[in-house]
């Protein structure tokens, strides 16, 4: 079955980087984009942005331009996402999700379906 | 940026109708996905394409799309039916994903 499983927990200080994997399985790794979504504490979903397994390339919300990077390695079936300069309001459950399925430059399956079990990261001095 | 609106709670008794909107300009011209969130866990996504379920979600869950309204209604409300709804879509102005503000189901 299609499976999504992210890394740990993560406790930061305000300026750090964390980065958040998401080893997918149960599917071809690299025919589904990748979405990020964020949740704080007690609040909505916030998408951050998405990538593109198959050749690497990105698209992030602009709020993150800048802060965010999201790489993959097809070798491990992985996504990461990073974030830098973190800040308390950062502080929040990071979930991956996967996306649209390309192909022959169409993309079909416009939404996002499984979500990995979410990673909480807190920011804290 | 596209901007969606849902109210923020909706109460029903068990077996009664829930309907649960969310609002857009000209939002009857996207497609709408539909996700439920309980306490604690991931998204699940319930409705698809504005009116579509996938597989193991029950035909108590449906969909429609018109206009500046979308809704998703859920017939025969259960107690486990309990949870945060969420609406979905793609703008193609920004090439940006958007989620709606959130919407609490309380079955009374």
Not at chain 1, 70 to 75: E, K
């Amino acid at each position: 079955q299609v499976q999504l499983v992210q890394s740990g927990a993560e406790v930061k200080k305000p300026g750090a980087s964390v980065k958040v994997s998401c080893k997918a399985s149960g599917y071809t790794f690299t025919s589904y984009y990748m979405h990020w979504v964020r949740q704080a504490p007690g609040q909505g979903l916030e998408w951050m942005g998405i990538i593109n397994p198959s050749g690497g390339s990105t698209s992030y919300a602009q709020k993150f331009q800048g802060r965010v990077t999201m790489t993959r390695d097809t070798s491990t079936s992985t996504v990461y996402m990073e974030l830098s300069s973190l800040r308390s309001e950062d502080t929040a459950v990071y979930y991956c999700a996967r996306g649209q399925y390309c192909t022959n430059g169409v993309c079909y399956n416009n939404w996002f379906d499984p979500w990995g079990q979410g990673t909480l990261v807190t920011v804290s001095s | 940026s596209y901007v969606l609106t849902q109210p923020p709670s909706v109460s029903v008794a068990p077996g009664q109708t829930a309907r649960i909107t969310c609002g857009g300009n000209n939002i009857g011209s996207k497609s709408v996905h539909w996700y439920q969130q309980k306490p604690g866990q991931a998204p699940v996504l319930v409705v698809y394409d504005d009116s579509d379920r996938p597989s193991g979600i029950p035909e108590r869950f449906s969909g429609s799309n018109s206009g500046n309204t979308a809704t998703l209604t859920i017939s025969r409300v259960e107690a486990g039916d309990e949870a945060d709804y969420y609406c979905q879509v793609w703008d193609s102005s920004s090439d940006h994903y958007v989620f709606g503000t959130g919407t609490k189901v309380t079955v009374l």
